[in-house]
């Protein structure tokens, strides 16, 4: 299990958008993370009537930057680099909004195709093992 305080500095989402707590494994193409932060009163995507599982892929997309970010800091660099998200594919919601009261969120990514330009992966969401959003996700890492 990997604390926050572990991998949090190698991402951008900083602060209340730094939305998973710890990654309970990860290895060259896949990372699990877990997030409680979901159930929060002051979630910064909670609209009136709680948190709608489409923001559920902004936790799919985090979990792709600190898998990338693990990858780079393995590699000896300091900082993953930017990432822009440019496509979601495939989404399939299997709620509308996420019930705070169900437990934690485990987030699991796989990398299906990875290059110094950018990168896919494939995502879940689940909630005491149901599937609550599924998809993809490509990334770009702009030229520096």
């Not at 495939?90 to 909004?97: I, N």
Request: hydrophobic letters at 45%; charged letters at 20%; a negative charge.
């Amino acid at each position: 299990m990997l604390a926050k305080t572990d991998w949090a500095r190698l991402i951008p989402h900083q602060g209340a958008m730094c939305l998973l707590d710890s990654v309970a494994a990860w290895d060259e193409t896949t990372i699990h993370a877990v997030a409680d932060s979901h159930a929060l009163a002051d979630h910064p995507l909670r609209g009136p009537d709680g948190l709608h599982a489409v923001h559920l892929a902004e936790y799919g997309a985090q979990a792709m930057a600190v898998h990338g970010a693990l990858l780079s800091r393995e590699q000896g660099e300091t900082k993953a680099r930017p990432g822009r998200l440019v496509s979601l594919r495939d989404v399939s919601l299997a709620v509308e909004y996420v019930d705070p009261a169900c437990g934690r969120l485990d987030v699991h990514a796989e990398s299906l195709y990875a290059e110094p330009a950018g990168a896919q992966y494939a995502f879940r969401v689940e909630q005491n093992g149901r599937v609550l959003v599924s998809g993809r996700a490509a990334v770009i890492h702009p030229a520096l």
